[in-house]
């Protein structure tokens, strides 16, 4: 492991990528089937957030606020808005729950939401999520844990065929899927939480109704405590796993902080092996391994070439990181959007809590980089190569459909990247 | 005395024709049933334009963190476009607790060491109104300390709407730029563009041809953009007004103060830019100029008739559906039916009063005025046959089920549509829309289904 810089060395944050709070708990209600995500906050959070997640996702995003006004930030304690934005919301839609969750401004105020959930008769979840603290990943973590909290039924039966899937922000929808085909390959029924592979992916623009639609219904989140395995993948996901567990203590737990690449991947198969009893893995799996060694090989020439910038949340840098650095790529610099014990885990020569800024003053140090769509201006001005990833990505179609994971998608990544070191190297000689 | 707007007077703006009846809409956001920006926001797209400014965000993450670098505001500027960067003081939990002017301070140093703007605006924002930093005494120390102008911004989404935000950063420019230096050089046709934002470059489409007749555009507010020219704009010999009434207070008040007469355009569709072109030159009151410009115009739409004349063609008889909100439900049917097209109906849905007026003359009346989009549409595509939908992402699904052709009039734009040039972009956007065989394919029944 290289250096690692947790705190930002200026005031001020110069071309930031880090995302707030809210938002990961707004995404994470996207997450459950028919959910209504209520903001509590000034009405601009709100509409920032619904315009980013529509253009990143190309898909309509069900969101609410309680549109907190002078009057309300002043004087009142938060109830009457918030009761009110919930009367407001079931006289047009019928949602499965409310996912009430806070902005600073509210958090400035000091508004207890746990005492207006307990006025509010509608199934609702809420969550503390001030904008700031912590970034969308840990919003999401917070809200993951929170529903966990608040809706599963503690019990002390186990189903061994059962498996929760507890994945960070980062994954996308494809990766989510991909990651529930593959527990289920090893013979277990899996319920993901939150899980956006359904509810915001494949829509086919009909979905007119103004909740989310696809994800984990509420009835599956309450019954989630007799799962056998509880598998949470990436730092973030920790403290949820640890509020399922204390539903039911029998649960066995396996953690993992990314599942990108052969050795990763190895690790969960050879749990999965363990837990289900079986052998062999199927044989698609077998072949996929192969493949992935194959592209290790095939990719290394030119990623062993190649330095690269990542940026991203914590939990994405670990798991890209180690892809990379497996075949023999390195990661001169990793830029974190927030602190996290994670950046221990981040195979690269220096790890940075930090800005775009910063990236553009370490510019000389990477040839390719590896971050959102806010890094392109950055690739274009100094002539580096380019693979998008994270949040947001606005300039690409197809977000929802990228799969770094496992041996399959981890043979695609390191195609697409060192084909994209390649293309770089090709246009730089031209100067 | 404190130099913050007063928000009651903002309210008020006598200019405003529907603010008698429509205050109190205009102001309290329904819980639970609003979808719009906050005041921050509308601020920010009056302001952040000036691309040789800094726009210091004093705040937490969610304010500029998720809308940096959304809008294709074009410059031409040629330092730096500091409107596509992101500045904020990001604030924390301990600024929160000791306040954060302190931070403020030196975020202001940095940008003015490192980036050399010729302007910082610095907007409050939720939390730091809230925490009571107060942003006037830092940026007038600071304002000494580097001799440039620093413009406090306050607008907290939290004291309304968008469209305050923008009345609010209007009358920040009053106070603290306008009229603070003299233009190097007057003449008798200089104008001001206001609520002109240059979004994909909307405002280029036009000012070639004003250049042309011997307007000058001293200052804009602010697409494309200079602190010092908007400094100078006192001096202009009219306000104009493109499409934004939030600033109606603004051009109200620099009459008063300055006795600029204003008049207020649009260039959307040919029939507009034609007529807003001479309204500007019949406003500076000169026959010469009028002569001239009546004489461009009849050049440019001969030559855009030309151009037109194939999509024409193709659009003849072809009905379209306009779902959309606001001043667009008749600005793009005007434009539509300029190429051709006969709009059926549009939508009325969010529209004003006046809005709703405009909408009648041009659709006549026979045209249908949807007040209910979302549940109307798919009937009215049906009555009268359309052959186009263009409407926001969500109606995507309708134009599919009725097999046929779809556009996305709400989508971040990325291309002009603006003045007689950006007719032809939209033509070309529209006929392939219709060329398109993608609707058709994507509703193909899988073989499985009956
Ligand atoms: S509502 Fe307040 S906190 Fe939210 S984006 Fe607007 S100014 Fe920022």
């Known amino acids: 492991m290289g250096e690692v810089m947790r705190k930002p060395d200026k005031p001020l944050q110069v071309n930031p990528f880090r995302l707030s709070q809210p938002m990961g708990a707004a995404l994470a209600f996207l997450g459950i089937d028919r959910c209504m995500p209520l903001m509590h906050g000034g009405m601009g959070c709100t509409s920032f957030t619904k315009v980013f997640l529509t253009r990143h996702f190309c898909e309509p995003i069900a969101i609410q606020t309680t549109a907190v006004t002078d009057v309300t930030a002043v004087l009142d304690g938060g109830d009457g808005s918030i009761v009110e934005a919930v009367q407001n919301i079931t006289k047009k839609v019928a949602p499965s729950l409310i996912g009430l969750h806070s902005t600073g401004l509210t958090e400035t105020k000091g508004d207890d939401l746990r005492g207006v959930a307990s006025q509010v008769d509608y199934p609702l979840v809420y969550v503390h999520s001030t904008d700031y603290e912590g970034g969308l990943e840990s919003g999401w973590g917070k809200t993951t844990k929170a529903l966990i909290e608040q809706l599963v039924e503690p019990t002390t039966a186990t189903r061994t065929d059962k498996a929760v899937l507890l994945p960070h922000v980062s994954l996308t929808p494809i990766e989510v899927e991909k990651l529930k085909e593959f527990v289920v390959l090893f013979g277990f029924e899996v319920h993901a939480l939150p899980d956006l592979s359904t509810s915001l992916d494949g829509h086919l623009g009909e979905k007119q109704s103004a909740l989310s639609s696809g994800g984990t219904t509420v009835e599956v989140i309450s019954e989630l405590a007799d799962a056998g395995l509880v598998l949470s993948v990436g730092d973030s996901m920790q403290p949820s796993a640890a509020a399922l567990l204390k539903k039911n203590p029998s649960m066995s737990h396996l953690h993992l902080n990314h599942v990108q690449g052969l050795s990763a991947t190895d690790e969960l198969a050879s749990a999965l092996l363990e837990a289900s009893g079986l052998e062999q893995p199927p044989p698609s799996v077998v072949r996929w391994r192969k493949r992935l060694q194959d592209a290790m090989l095939d990719s290394h020439f030119s990623l062993g070439q190649t330095r690269i910038l990542l940026v991203g949340e914590p939990d994405f840098l670990a798991g890209a990181g180690k892809v990379l650095s497996e075949a023999g790529a390195r990661i001169t610099l990793a830029l974190s959007t927030v602190d996290s014990p994670q950046l221990n885990n981040i195979p690269a020569d220096r790890v940075r809590v930090g800005d775009l800024e910063d990236a553009e003053a370490l510019q000389e140090d990477y040839d390719l980089i590896v971050g959102n769509c806010h890094t392109e201006a950055l690739a274009h001005r100094f002539h580096k190569g380019l693979v998008l990833r994270g949040y947001p990505s606005w300039e690409v179609v197809g977000n929802q459909l990228q799969n770094d994971l496992l041996y399959e998608g981890g043979a695609y990544f390191l195609c697409e990247v060192a084909n994209a070191a390649e293309h770089m190297r090709a246009a730089k000689h031209k100067f | ?450």
Not at chain 2, 243 to 250: D, I, N
Not at chain 2, 293 to 298: A, E, F, V
Request: hydrophobic share 40%; charged share 20%; with cysteine.
């Open chain 2, 1 to 450: 005395m404190t130099r913050k707007p007063k928000i009651r007077d903002l309210l008020d703006e006598s200019a405003c024709t529907h603010s008698p009846t429509k205050k109190n809409a205009c102001n309290a956001p329904t819980p639970g049933a609003t979808t719009g920006g906050c005041a921050f926001e509308g601020s920010q797209i009056s302001l952040f334009p000036y691309a040789d400014a800094a726009h210091l965000v004093h705040g937490p993450m969610t304010c500029v963190g998720a809308s940096w670098e959304t809008r294709l505001t074009h410059t031409s500027w040629a330092g730096r476009d500091l409107t596509q960067m992101g500045f904020t003081t990001g604030i924390t939990t301990n600024d929160v607790v000791f306040g954060g002017e302190e931070k403020l301070r030196s975020s202001i140093d940095y940008i003015v060491e490192r980036y050399a703007p010729e302007a910082v605006f610095v907007y409050s924002t939720c939390v730091t109104a809230m925490i009571g930093d107060d942003i006037d005494m830092v940026c007038k120390q600071a304002a000494e300390a580097h001799g440039i102008p620093m413009v406090p911004v306050h607008a907290p989404g939290f004291v309304g709407s968008k469209n305050l935000g923008s009345r609010i950063a209007g009358e920040a420019v009053l106070t603290h730029l306008v009229g603070t230096q003299e233009p190097e050089t007057s003449s008798p046709f200089d104008i001001n563009l206001i609520g002109e934002y240059n979004v994909t470059g909307d405002m280029w489409q036009y000012t070639p041809l004003l250049e042309e007749l011997g307007i000058r555009v001293l200052s804009t507010l602010s697409g494309d953009g200079r602190v010092a020219h908007i400094r100078s704009a006192h001096r202009a010999k009219l306000n104009v007004i493109v499409c934004a009434k939030s600033l109606v207070s603004l051009t109200r008040k620099m009459q008063e103060r300055y006795g600029t007469p204003f008049i207020s355009v649009s260039f959307y569709g040919k029939r507009d830019t034609s007529a807003s072109i001479l309204a500007i030159a019949e406003a500076l009151g000169d026959a010469e100029l009028v002569a001239r410009t009546k004489q461009l115009i009849t050049r440019e739409e001969t030559r855009l008739a030309q151009q037109l004349a194939p999509y024409r063609e193709i659009f003849e008889g072809k009905k379209a559906v306009l779902n959309t909100g606001g001043n667009k439900s008749w600005s793009i049917a005007s434009a539509l039916q300029d190429l051709g097209f006969e709009v059926v109906a549009t939508s009325v849905k969010k529209a004003t009063e006046a809005d709703k007026e405009k909408a009648r003359e041009y659709l006549g009346e026979a045209g249908i005025l949807m007040t209910n989009p979302g549940q109307e549409q798919a009937k009215v595509i049906d009555q009268t046959g359309a052959d186009l939908l263009l409407a926001g992402g969500r109606s995507l699904f309708t134009a599919i089920k009725k097999k046929i052709a779809f556009a996305d009039v709400n989508q971040e734009k990325k291309k002009s549509y603006g003045g007689y040039a950006g007719l032809l972009n939209l033509a070309e956007d529209l006929k392939n829309a219709l060329q398109n065989p993608v609707f058709k394919n994507v509703a193909r029944r899988a073989p499985w289904e009956k």
